[in-house]
């Protein structure tokens, strides 16, 4: 990946702080994207200092002006972009009948039309070119229902099938487009979800009455299990894989 030009959304932390890590580490010249200018200059201001390429871009992924703005400066400053991996992600935790409006618009605006938004400003600056990857970070749960989050399930599972129609619209023209599934990974937004210690290991033992299994590895994810997974999709290694969802989530959702 040595001097491959790659755009990472959601950068600020979490598993898109960890993608730009692994992309930069990897050599790539990476755009961290978030809109959170104040915690992606913190996030990448180490990266910078370790010698490493990376160039902070705050935007918002539900804005078209800016995406289209910010996927300009980077073609600009860097080159060609050659990988996107949309990470920017946000979660709101409800019974569905209780859910409101503006949760659920926010979800779908951040977690779907972001990725409508974000990839079709990159993808039709790959199509003339003839080639680029792109990842998009969906959920275990866009295939397997979870109480209280229908909101954040629905609107993976609509950029779950958005990323793979993508795919087949420009397979013809070398631009590959997959998927990866975490389950319950050690991030804030996770932690967010926990109401004391016990938490954790409820999430990993599974909870009967919330008709989930736990995870067999027994153990959460590391946001770095995910990015090398996002890393190994945008390389040559996986150059015949395309529309594909590759499920990280130790076996929680029992291989289905």
Not at 165 to 188: F, K, M, Q, Y
């Amino acid at each position: 990946m040595q001097d491959k030009i790659a755009l990472v959304t959601g950068a600020a932390g979490g598993i898109g702080a960890a993608v730009v890590a692994a992309l930069a580490r990897q050599g790539a010249l990476v755009a961290a994207l978030d809109r959170d200018a104040r915690a992606l200059r913190e996030a990448t201001a180490g990266l910078v200092a370790e010698g490493l390429r990376v160039l902070a871009v705050p935007a918002d992924v539900t804005r078209r002006d800016e995406v289209e703005a910010a996927v300009a400066t980077v073609e600009d400053r860097g080159g060609p972009i050659d990988y996107l991996v949309n990470a920017a992600g946000v979660l709101r935790i409800d019974n569905a009948a209780r859910l409101s409006d503006e949760d659920w618009r926010d979800t779908f605006a951040v977690n779907t039309t972001g990725v409508f938004v974000v990839s079709r400003a990159v993808v039709n600056r790959m199509l003339p070119r003839g080639r680029g990857a792109i990842v998009t970070v969906a959920s275990n749960a866009a295939d397997t229902p979870r109480q209280g989050m229908a909101a954040y399930a629905a609107s993976k599972a609509a950029a779950t099938m958005f990323t793979k129609c993508l795919g087949l619209e420009v397979a013809a023209h070398g631009i590959r487009c997959n998927l990866v599934a975490p389950g319950s990974t050690d991030t804030p937004m996770l932690r967010g979800m926990w109401h004391d210690d016990s938490g954790r290991r409820a999430t990993i033992d599974g909870r009967l009455d919330a008709y989930r299994v736990g995870i067999p590895l027994r153990k959460l994810a590391r946001p770095d299990d995910v990015a090398d997974a996002v890393v190994f999709l945008l390389s040559d290694r996986a150059g015949h894989i395309t529309m594909h969802a590759l499920t990280v989530d130790g076996g929680a959702t029992l291989g289905v």
